[in-house]
């Protein structure tokens, strides 16, 4: 079984930065993919924020491209979050994604998630 833990979210104002990080532990399989989505909205449908690869491939929304930057460090099993230039449409919580495929499938382990809040 894997464990995601997330970290970093919090309250900021528009323009400003905040850094995600998220932690895998427990029988991780590999290759994987490790990725952030967010809802902004009770109800509403999960969004891709991005994604990355074990080998290193990256996938970003549309929304967040040249604001937002995923990395991760595989010797640590976890992936960061840079957002930069925040904007209030980024409010939402944020969760982590552990999957084998480069899309979410049931199989897919999903952490608690971790509220960002940016003010105007």
């Known amino acids: 079984q894997v464990q995601l833990v997330e970290s970093g979210g919090g309250l900021v104002q528009s323009g400003g930065s905040l850094r995600l990080s998220c932690a895998a532990s427990?029988?991780?399989?590999?290759?994987?993919?490790m990725g952030w989505y967010r809802r902004r909205a009770p109800g509403k449908q999960r969004e891709l924020v991005a994604?990355?690869?074990?080998?290193?491939?990256?996938k970003y929304g549309d929304s967040v491209k040249g604001r937002f930057t995923i990395s991760r460090d595989n010797a640590k099993n976890t992936v960061y979050l840079q957002m930069n230039n925040l904007k209030p449409e980024d409010t939402a919580v944020y969760y982590c994604?552990?999957?084998?495929?480069?899309?979410?499938?049931?199989?897919?382990?999903w952490g608690q998630g971790t509220q960002v809040t940016v003010s105007s």
């Open positions: 994604f990355i690869t074990s080998g290193g491939f990256i």
């Open positions: 994604s552990l999957s084998a495929d480069w899309v979410p499938t049931q199989s897919t382990t």
């Open positions: 427990g029988s991780i399989y590999s290759p994987n993919t």
